[in-house]
Each structure stands twice: as structure tokens, then as C-alpha cells.
């Protein structure tokens, strides 16, 4: 998803901030999910989009 | 058939004049003989010897007196029937040509007024009609005003989709999610505008049910501040609250106060960088002050008596992800309105804005 996307699901219509505060809070989310949070497995950043949702197992 | 005023005025003076020409008329017929044999027996007394001729001399007035009271009879009525029809006649005209200039602005000539005239009251229900005719033309010219800037917001997500249906219809470039959501975004654009619009409307008809309810807003804005704070960035403002823990209760609608606090801090969050953004509130009298100070970029001093119009935007060009509608703030000016409250604000460009607003202390 990129962070347009993102932002349309968590806040709909109600969002007036900056794009970027997404990866404020992805950078938040990979920490408490993330076994390493600087090697995320389970949060992907896709360049040039934004981020994906991978399950390693399945992946 | 109803008589006409002319009519009805003409009636009356003729009405005036033969009751007092009949008076005139009968009293002269009854007293004046009786006077002319009274001086004629003065006369008798006197010497003049008047026995013989007596009986001439009173037929003889008696024939004056006819032939002088006809032709006065005459002459008078003429003239006072003549000046009566010419009266009427004016007073008539004056009445005509009012009735003649409502028509036209019945007709749709809203700049059509009564002139001044020299009979009072006619002046009077000139004046009343021309108030009445100016404040119409008022709120058809707005009526218009708002018709044309709708158009104009209505039609602008619509040109960018028809673009790309077009395109996409001639092959011109290919359909892909990234498309779809444009799309999807620009009609929730235009879906926000007309409830906008529609919630608009409601407002200053007076139509938006308001449930005022006696309430402690501190939990409200506790939860907006949790709301907003995870919008905004590591670098940019920050969110205060400034409000006493316990706070007297109000007379307000819980979710348009909401709405209204949305709004204001939705405003600020999107135009303002770094500093902060503080909700300040404070009981002042029989009233509760809430306010939405920022140090964000202001609005110059020209445009803030324009702030709360209809479609009245800071930056036309901004594309952020909500680009706002125009009319958040006329909404809630409305909204407060409703509730009993007013809302003001201050801004200097470059400082910072102050949206302050108060409701009612129950």
C-alpha cells in the first residue's frame, strides 16, 4: 500500500497532516512487532510506493 | 362590482358637497323670506307705505332668490365636482405608479424602487417597500453568488475524472488500481462537497436539528487531542491542551461541537509547520471560551473579515489529502450559532491564528 492508501484507511476524510508522518508510525509498529526492527521481515518497505505486509512464512 | 378608491374618494366629496349645499340651500330657502318681511315691516314702521305692493315685492325676492341660488347651485358644484375629479385624480396617480413600479419588480426588476413623495404617508410605505425591495435584491444576488462559486467546486473533481475516463476509453493510457483510486478519490471529493453543501443550506435555514444537551466537553477534548496528535509529525507542531481538570458544564450539542473542533483543528494542523497548536479553554462569565491557537503561517489582515464565506479558501492550490471544501468554517460559524455561541478570530501572517469560539455555561 502505498501511503495515500494508508492514510485513506486509518483516517478517511479527517486527515489534514503530512504524508510522512506514516512512516513515523510504521517506524513505531516495526518496533514492537519487529524481532529487529532494522531488518523488518514481517513490515516491508517497497521502494518507490510504500510499504507491504508480509507474512514470511508464506512468502 | 367594488368600488375603486377613485371612485370611493370622488363619492365622498360629492357626498360632502351636496350635504352641504342641501343645508345651505334649505336654511337659505326657510330663513331668507321670512327675513325680507321682517325688513319690510321695518319699512311699514318707518312711514313707507308698502300694503299694496307688498305681495310684488315678496314674489319678487322670492323669484331672486330662485333664479340666484340655481345658478349658484350650479356654478358651485361644477367647480367643487370639477376640483374633486382633479384631486382624486392625484392622489390616484401617485397610487398607480406605485402599483406599476411593484409590478416591475415583481417582474424581476429587483432594482426597481418607489420614488419620494409629498403626501406622507405614501412616503412612508415607499420607504417600507423600498427596505423590503433591497434586502430581496440582497439575497437574490447571493442566491446567484452561491450558485455560481457551486458550479464552479462541482465542476472541478468532474473535469478531472471525466479526463481520465476519457482517456482511459481511448486507450490512452491503461487502467490500473492507481487510476481507480484518482478516481474513487475525486468522487469522495465530490461527495464530501455536496453533503457539505447540503449540511450548509440546513444550517442557515435553520433545518440542522441541534440536540443541546447539558455535557462536560473535557472528555471530548481529551480524545481530539489523542486523535490529532498521532497526524502530526516528529519535527512538526506540537498539541497542548490547556484546560482546568474540572470543567463546569455546558449547553451544547456534543457532536457538532466535535464537528466544529474538527474543523478548527483540521485548519490548523494543515497550516501550520512547526511551534504548536494549543486548545486553551477558559470560563468567562455565563461562558465557557474555547480556542485553537497555532503558530502556523496566519492569514493576511485583508482576507480575515473574509474567513467564514462560503468557499472562501487560504490557498486555492493546495491538493492535500482532504483539500478542504471551502465551507468548514461557515459551517461552524453556523453551527455555533445555533448552539448560542459566536466564534471569532485573530492572525497575524507569519505568527500565527487564534480561532476562538464560546457556548453557553449550563
Given at each position: 500500500?502505498?501511503?495515500?492508501?494508508?492514510?485513506?484507511?486509518?483516517?478517511?476524510?479527517?486527515?489534514?497532516?503530512?504524508?510522512?508522518?506514516?512512516?513515523?508510525?510504521?517506524?513505531?509498529?516495526?518496533?514492537?512487532?519487529?524481532?529487529?526492527?532494522?531488518?523488518?521481515?514481517?513490515?516491508?518497505?517497497?521502494?518507490?510506493?510504500?510499504?507491504?505486509?508480509?507474512?514470511?512464512?508464506?512468502? | 362590482m367594488k368600488m375603486g378608491l377613485r371612485g370611493r374618494l370622488f363619492f365622498s366629496h360629492l357626498v360632502v358637497m351636496i350635504v352641504g349645499v342641501a343645508s345651505l340651500v334649505s336654511i337659505s330657502k326657510i330663513s331668507s323670506p321670512r327675513l325680507f318681511v321682517l325688513h319690510l315691516e321695518r319699512?311699514?314702521?318707518?312711514?313707507?307705505?308698502?300694503?299694496?305692493?307688498?305681495t310684488e315685492l315678496v314674489t319678487g325676492f322670492e323669484l331672486a332668490w330662485q333664479r340666484s341660488t340655481i345658478w349658484s347651485v350650479l356654478v358651485g358644484t361644477t367647480a367643487a365636482g370639477g376640483l374633486s375629479y382633479w384631486m382624486s385624480r392625484r392622489i390616484m396617480q401617485r397610487l398607480?405608479?406605485?402599483?406599476?413600479?411593484?409590478?416591475?419588480?415583481?417582474?424581476?426588476?429587483?432594482?426597481?424602487?418607489?420614488?419620494?413623495?409629498d403626501i406622507?404617508e405614501?412616503?412612508?410605505?415607499?420607504?417600507?417597500?423600498?427596505?423590503?425591495?433591497?434586502?430581496?435584491?440582497?439575497?437574490?444576488?447571493?442566491?446567484?453568488?452561491?450558485?455560481?462559486?457551486?458550479?464552479?467546486?462541482?465542476?472541478?473533481?468532474?473535469?478531472?475524472?471525466?479526463?481520465?475516463?476519457?482517456?482511459?476509453?481511448?486507450?490512452?493510457?491503461?487502467?490500473?488500481?492507481?487510476?481507480?483510486?484518482?478516481?474513487?478519490?475525486?468522487?469522495?471529493?465530490?461527495?464530501?462537497?455536496?453533503?457539505?453543501?447540503?449540511?450548509?443550506?440546513?444550517?442557515?435555514?435553520?433545518?440542522?436539528?441541534?440536540?443541546?444537551?447539558?455535557?462536560?466537553?473535557?472528555?471530548?477534548?481529551?480524545?481530539?487531542?489523542?486523535?490529532?496528535?498521532?497526524?502530526?509529525?516528529?519535527?512538526?507542531?506540537?498539541?497542548?491542551?490547556?484546560?482546568?481538570?474540572?470543567?463546569?458544564?455546558?449547553?451544547?450539542?456534543?457532536?457538532?461541537?466535535?464537528?466544529?473542533?474538527?474543523?478548527?483543528?483540521?485548519?490548523?494542523?494543515?497550516?501550520?509547520?512547526?511551534?504548536?497548536?494549543?486548545?486553551?479553554?477558559?470560563?468567562?462569565?455565563?461562558?465557557?471560551?474555547?480556542?485553537?491557537?497555532?503558530?502556523?503561517?496566519?492569514?493576511?489582515?485583508?482576507?480575515?473579515?473574509?474567513?467564514?464565506?462560503?468557499?472562501?479558501?487560504?490557498?486555492?492550490?493546495?491538493?492535500?489529502?482532504?483539500?478542504?471544501?471551502?465551507?468548514?468554517?461557515?459551517?461552524?460559524?453556523?453551527?455555533?450559532?445555533?448552539?448560542?455561541?459566536?466564534?471569532?478570530?485573530?492572525?497575524?501572517?507569519?505568527?500565527?491564528?487564534?480561532?476562538?469560539?464560546?457556548?453557553?455555561?449550563?
Open positions: 500500500m502505498d501511503r495515500t492508501q494508508l492514510i485513506d484507511k486509518l483516517w478517511g476524510d479527517n486527515f489534514f497532516g503530512d504524508e510522512r508522518v506514516v512512516d513515523t508510525h510504521v517506524a513505531r509498529l516495526r518496533k514492537k512487532i519487529e524481532p529487529d526492527p532494522a531488518n523488518p521481515t514481517f513490515i516491508k518497505t517497497v521502494v518507490g510506493v510504500g510499504y507491504k505486509f508480509e507474512d514470511p512464512l508464506v512468502a | 319699512l311699514q314702521n318707518r312711514g313707507f307705505d308698502l300694503i299694496n305692493i307688498r398607480t405608479e406605485m402599483e406599476q413600479i411593484t409590478q416591475k419588480f415583481a417582474a424581476g426588476r429587483m432594482d426597481a424602487r418607489l420614488p419620494v413623495s406622507p405614501l412616503s412612508g410605505l415607499s420607504a417600507s417597500f423600498n427596505r423590503m425591495a433591497a434586502s430581496l435584491e440582497g439575497v437574490e444576488a447571493r442566491r446567484r453568488e452561491v450558485i455560481g462559486d457551486m458550479t464552479h467546486e462541482l465542476r472541478t473533481p468532474l473535469t478531472v475524472v471525466r479526463g481520465y475516463l476519457e482517456e482511459l476509453a481511448d486507450g490512452e493510457i491503461e487502467a490500473s488500481p492507481e487510476i481507480y483510486r484518482r478516481l474513487a478519490k475525486e468522487t469522495r471529493r465530490l461527495e464530501r462537497l455536496v453533503n457539505d453543501l447540503q449540511e450548509l443550506s440546513k444550517a442557515e435555514a435553520g433545518y440542522l436539528p441541534i440536540n443541546i444537551q447539558r455535557v462536560n466537553l473535557r472528555p471530548l477534548l481529551e480524545s481530539l487531542v489523542e486523535k490529532f496528535t498521532d497526524q502530526l509529525l516528529e519535527d512538526g507542531p506540537v498539541l497542548l491542551l490547556q484546560c482546568p481538570s474540572v470543567l463546569p458544564f455546558v449547553l451544547a450539542d456534543v457532536d457538532r461541537t466535535e464537528q466544529v473542533l474538527v474543523n478548527l483543528l483540521g485548519n490548523a494542523v494543515r497550516y501550520t509547520n512547526e511551534g504548536s497548536i494549543t486548545i486553551s479553554v477558559r470560563t468567562e462569565a455565563s461562558q465557557l471560551w474555547i480556542a485553537v491557537v497555532d503558530t502556523g503561517i496566519g492569514i493576511a489582515p485583508e482576507n480575515l473579515p473574509h474567513v467564514f464565506e462560503r468557499f472562501w479558501r487560504a490557498d486555492q492550490s493546495r491538493d492535500r489529502h482532504s483539500g478542504g471544501t471551502g465551507i468548514g468554517l461557515t459551517i461552524s460559524r453556523r453551527l455555533i450559532e445555533l448552539q448560542g455561541g459566536q466564534i471569532q478570530v485573530e492572525s497575524e501572517l507569519g505568527i500565527g491564528s487564534r480561532f476562538r469560539f464560546f457556548l453557553p455555561l449550563a
